[in-house]
Structure formats: C-alpha cells, structure tokens
C-alpha cells in the first residue's frame, strides 16, 4: 500500500507544501516573501501575515502538480518547530483544519531533524544516494550551527554547536556592515568567487571541544571595516571582493576544523551537510577537497532541498508515519526545538 503524505513547511519566511509518495517526492512549491528584504532581516509580523496570504494557494499548486486529489493523501506532517511563533501558528493551524477535513492523522516535524533527512529524497526522475548509518551531519542557517551524529532516521544525536551566534547569521550581519542587501550570504558568496581569500585575517575563535562560536568574528569584521573606513572612505567599494572572500574563507575553515576533529574523534568518515548555508559554494569545494584528501564521503544536498521546504518536511513525515508516530489536535508550535 502506497503512503502519500503532504509536507508543510513555514518556520520563516518561506511557505512551502510538498507532496511525497513513498519517499518519492512529486511536488515542491515554494513562496519566497521578497517583502523583508528592505527592513534587512525578517519581520515576525510581516512573515506570518504573508503566509497567510500564502499557504491556501501553494498547498493547492502542490496537489495539483502532483496530479492527485485531496483524498489520496494518507497523513498531514508540518513543521512544529524551532522558527518564528507566528509562522509556525499559520502552517500548523492549517495542517490541523486539512486533517479534520480529511480524517487523517498529523505528524509533528521539528525543522532542524527535517534538514538533515532531506538528504534521503527521491524525485520522481531522480534516485540520488543517499547517507549509511551512522554519518554526521554539519547542520548550518541563519539560526544553527551543529555537528550532528546521524544513528538512524529519526536518531540524532548533537555533539557540537554554537554558544552564541550561527554562521549564517555571521554571513548576513557582516554583509549588512559591507552594505549588502538582505539576505547576505548568497551575495557574499557570489563576490567571494572574484577576491582573495588571503587578503584579509579576521578573529578566530578558540572554543573548546566540537563547538562553535561566531559573535567574535563579527565584532572582529566589525573593527577591521570601521578602521579601515577612517583611513579611506571608499575602501568597502574599492576591496568588496576581497573583503567577501576573506570572510568566507575564515567562517568555512572554522567550519571545517570542527568537523574535521569530529570526524577523528567519531572514526566516521561519511559527512553530510544541511540547512541554508549547505549552499555556499566555499564550504562545498573544503567539502569535496575533504573528501578527495581524507578518504571522506561527502553528501551534499540538492539546491532545492538545502533552503527550508516542504519536501524535507514531507519525507520525516514519512519516516515517522511508518512508526505511528502522530499527534492530536491539541499539538501546539514551539519556537525553540533541539534535536533529541
């Protein structure tokens, strides 16, 4: 008997519904909200208000891209948490309605689990391979920076992470001291490609362990630009290149150091990267170089699954429909969820 499952996903700013058949995934649409770009940085009130404009019409693009109806779908996972209150209210509050309207149970996903699984989607013309148990997992966004160990598809264990700010988040601030719109890090990225990785020393952190910490660097980029600009007016213009690969290069290697410790200190050597940063073009290429010198297995995710979207939602949900593991009616969002 075939599973069809229906993924919402709304911790942020993106509404996205996805529909899934047996890990298959038939539809994904996404709605970006572009509104927050001129505030740099995402407005709670505005995002929640934009899903609701949104989540009716893009769950509806999903089902019919996936060439099904309503009543084909067997189960309603959707995102509980961590992510902005307002926004999770709008996604679980319209997963509760389609599963009263449909008779079918809810699953409860937590966003950060979601990243990870991501890596184990199928498209319909696609079969990609996928992680053995147990791998680790270097989970990084705008809100998250963890080292994970993966032991099985709904086991996880964290064994590092940030003690103050995430590296996307280090992204985008600095982006915005350079000028550089909302969100940074693509933009930082791009340019990146044109400078000197080696033109610029920016703070390294020394935290103990498999943690991170990037409120140093921050502050660090902060100085350097503020001096600099005494010195010469126009040296964000004259040096943005430089000063994007500079940066990216120090937040990949402080990314990379840790995973490298935690893959000596674990013996895994099978690595998978999740969440929006998953996308940078820097940490990418220290991944494959990784992988080429060390002996490593690397797995990146496809560029659709890497932002938040309601594939990776749907295909936890599935993984924990073949568990039974539904919630009622009652279930309420959280705006703050680790991963257990």
């Known amino acids: 008997m075939s599973i069809t499952i229906l993924g919402i996903e709304s911790s942020c700013d993106d509404t996205s519904a996805s529909i899934l058949r047996d890990g298959v995934i038939f539809s994904n649409i996404i709605a970006s909200q572009d509104v ?96 053995e148990f147990p791998f680790l997992a270097l989970l990084v966004s705008g809100g998250n920076s963890q080292i994970i160990v993966v032991k099985d598809y709904l086991t996880m264990e964290v064994i590092g992470e940030t003690i103050d700010d995430a590296a996307g988040e280090a992204f985008d601030k600095c982006a915005k001291v350079m000028g550089l719109p909302y969100p940074g890090g693509p933009i930082i990225d791009s340019n990146a490609k044109n400078g000197n990785p080696h033109a610029f020393e920016f703070n390294r952190p020394r935290i103990a362990g498999l943690n991170y910490s990037f409120s140093g660097l921050k502050t660090s980029f902060l100085y350097f630009v503020r001096d600099r600009i005494k010195e010469n007016p126009n040296f964000i213009q004259e040096n943005r290149n430089d000063l994007c690969a500079s940066l990216q290069y120090t937040i990949v290697e402080i990314l990379m150091n840790k995973v490298k410790r935690a893959v000596k200190e674990t013996g895994i050597k099978q690595v998978a990267i999740a969440g929006g940063v998953s996308a940078n073009s820097g940490l990418q290429d220290a991944l494959r170089e990784a992988e080429a010198n060390k002996n490593w297995k690397v797995f ?3 560029l659709g699954y890497s932002l938040d979207n309601g594939a990776m939602v749907a295909i936890t949900g599935y993984f924990k429909f073949l568990k039974n593991e539904f919630v009622g009616q009652e279930t309420a969002p959280f705006a703050r969820m680790t991963i257990k």
């Open 36 to 131: 927050h770009m001129e505030y740099g940085g995402v407005v709670p009130e505005l995002a929640s208000r934009a899903h609701q404009k949104n989540i009716i019409p893009v769950v509806h693009q999903a089902i019919e891209k996936a060439g099904i109806q309503a009543n084909e779908i067997d189960a309603v996972a959707f995102t509980r948490g961590p992510g902005l209150l307002g926004s999770l209210m709008v996604g679980t509050s319209f997963a509760k309605g389609f599963a009263l309207s449909q008779n079918i149970p809810l699953i409860e996903v937590n966003h950060l689990q979601a990243h990870i699984l991501a890596h184990f989607i199928d498209d319909v013309n696609n079969k990609y391979e996928h992680p």
């Open 300 to 302: 990146i995710p496809q």
